[in-house]
Nanobody
């Protein structure tokens, strides 16, 4: 069974950091483009970052550029999202998603095939 499982969410004070993990079960991430998305209450799902299946090319939304870093560890079948200098507007459920194909990384949610269940990130004082 194909499954993506996110972990690492939680509560953090403004300025703090969290590292999210997206682990795959039932398939290998080696040939998958992986995207991280977030959805805050009452808002649309937003593409935060994604990484290519081929050469680890990356994309970051302007709102997180310079503070978030996406990386992959194919040996662990896991993709990470390191989030630094978090602010309250980052509060959302964070999802990872997978899409098979060469250089098909994209911040558009509808282009992805498999989704995790999400992990809650709350930034508040």
């Amino acid at each position: 069974q194909v499954q993506l499982v996110e972990s690492g969410g939680g509560w953090v004070q403004p300025g703090g950091s969290l590292r999210l993990a997206c682990e795959a079960a039932g398939f290998t991430l080696d040939y998958e483009n992986i995207g991280w998305f977030r959805q805050a209450p009452g808002k649309e799902r937003e593409g935060v970052s994604c990484i290519s299946s081929d050469d680890d090319s990356t994309y970051y939304a302007d709102s997180v550029k310079g503070r978030f870093t996406i990386s992959r560890d194919d040996a662990k079948n896991t993709v990470y999202l390191q989030m630094n200098s978090l602010q309250p507007e980052a509060t959302a459920v964070y999802y990872c998603a997978a899409r098979y194909g060469s250089f098909l990384y994209s911040p558009l949610a509808y282009t992805y095939d498999y989704w995790g269940q999400g992990t809650q990130v709350t930034v508040s004082s």
